[in-house]
């Protein structure tokens, strides 16, 4: 059973600097990509960023590109979001999710998810 467990979330301010992390445990060959996803109040979920499992390609969502920079470290079965340069629209509960492909960001055909961790940028 594929398990996805979020941490590293809570209150910075603009400008900042967090990492998430995504531990991933029962992970199987079935699954080729991790994915990170936020969504806030009132807002539909988005993808943000995800990465390949097998030869680390990632993709980005327009609004993170050149700040978030995701990486992955197979020995310890966690995929980490390094994000920077925060701004209050970044605010959002943030979850992992495990996934076939990273052509797609629609969270519909992403299976496995984590409960989320809150970040929350703000003066």
């Known amino acids: 059973q594929v398990q996805l467990v979020e941490s590293g979330g809570g209150l910075v301010q603009p400008g900042g600097s967090l990492r998430l992390s995504c531990a991933v445990s029962?992970?199987?060959?079935?699954?080729?990509?991790i994915g990170w996803f936020r969504q806030a109040p009132g807002k539909e979920r988005e993808g943000v960023s995800c990465?390949?499992?097998?030869?680390?390609?990632?993709y980005y969502a327009d609004s993170v590109k050149g700040r978030f920079i995701i990486s992955r470290d197979n020995a310890k079965n966690t995929v980490y979001l390094q994000m920077n340069s925060l701004k209050p629209a970044d605010t959002a509960v943030y979850y992992c999710?495990?996934?076939?492909?990273?052509?797609?960001?629609?969270?519909?055909?992403?299976?496995?998810w984590g409960q989320g961790t809150q970040v929350t940028v703000s003066s």
């Open positions: 999710a495990s996934g076939f492909t990273i052509a797609s960001m629609s969270p519909s055909l992403w299976g496995y």
């Open positions: 029962g992970f199987t060959l079935n699954y080729y990509a």
């Open positions: 990465i390949s499992i097998t030869d680390g390609s990632t």
